[in-house]
């Protein structure tokens, strides 16, 4: 079974503004979600404890404070805020955590998280783009921590570069950081020759491509070198940065993969699942701004997910 983790208060963050990453993307995610046939779990707010897993203590005070006393965008970057955007983004973490311990249980094979705001762009001790909080990079360290696994791949199909994922990991080799991205984009990292340091070289694989780029491009990558080199790393977890804005049509990329094309890359990275994680999947959403092209991707990767 495919569980899902979909708490209303995700619509409560930027209500009321002018924004791409507003809150009718949950909207758009959930009418079209086929919630009879999936595990709906049980909301929670993310422990300090839980955050403290990749972010430091001075951005989560930072953070917070800038929240509370009302600034409308972060100290530490370009992130808008406004009132309830910590209570909406600990949740958010919670309810990633919440699908982690659902699949490593074994009550749910896969998992999609319809979480927002997204968190890629976030890092250890700062939020960018339309990011608080790392939900994805927070799931693998909380799946090591709790439940021991040892190497766990991330695979990120936003148009967008997972800068804050990335640095995250940069240095660490038990997290594989895949990504495909538009060039230039922001944020503008996401290099080919960025491919780790230290004991994580050799663990970051980035695969820049110009706009117009769609499915030769994008599964090719996938196909022709992520699984390959899944041979040779063998992750015990597989999550997935979901984003579609790398659809065609999307109002801040200009990628242009179909809903066939993320039901095939759903199914390659189960694919890498089944291999070598005993079918462990977590898909968490990111990025994605035309509302009608959001549910239409969202709807074909979920069904993927759940037909396996």
Do not use: K
Not at 33 to 40: F, I, K, Y
Not at 226 to 251: H, K, N, Q, T
Not at 265 to 288: F, K, P, V, Y
Request: aromatic share 8%; with cysteine.
């Amino acid at each position: 079974m495919t569980a899902l983790s979909a708490d209303p208060i995700y619509r409560e963050h930027l209500i009321g503004r002018p924004h791409p990453e507003r809150p009718e993307r949950f909207d758009a995610v959930m009418e079209v979600l086929p919630v009879d046939r999936m595990l709906l779990l049980d909301p929670r707010e993310a422990s300090e404890e839980e955050l403290l897993l990749c972010h430091t203590p001075a951005y989560l005070r930072t953070a917070r404070h800038d929240i509370e006393a009302g600034y409308r965008h972060l100290s530490t970057g370009d992130t808008d805020i406004d009132g309830r955007s910590w209570e909406v983004a600990i949740r958010a973490v919670g309810g990633v955590l919440s699908a982690v311990d659902a699949v490593m249980a074994g009550r749910a094979r896969n998992a999609f998280c319809a979480v927002r705001p997204p968190g890629h762009h976030a890092n250890a001790g700062r939020g960018m783009g339309f990011c608080i909080l790392n939900n994805v990079a927070l799931a693998a360290r909380y799946a090591q921590r709790r439940y021991g696994i040892e190497r766990v791949l991330i695979v990120d199909w936003d148009v967008h570069h997972g800068n804050g994922t990335q640095d995250i990991f940069y240095s660490d080799p038990s997290v594989f950081f895949f990504s495909t991205h538009q060039w230039p984009l922001y944020p503008g990292t996401g290099r080919a020759d960025e491919t780790g340091e230290g004991a994580g070289v050799g663990t970051t694989m980035n695969f820049p491509f110009p706009a117009g780029s769609g499915r030769a491009q994008i599964l090719g990558a996938v196909e022709n070198s992520l699984m390959p080199a899944m041979d040779r790393f063998r992750p015990e977890l597989v999550l997935v940065s979901a984003g579609f804005d790398s659809r065609i049509d999307d109002l801040l990329g200009n990628f242009t993969l179909t809903d066939d094309d993320f039901t095939d890359l759903t199914l390659r990275a189960m694919e890498l699942a089944d291999r070598h994680a005993g079918g462990r999947l977590l898909s968490i959403l990111e990025g994605g701004y035309n509302l009608h092209g959001l549910a239409c991707a969202t709807a074909a990767h979920v069904e993927a997910l759940i037909l396996r």
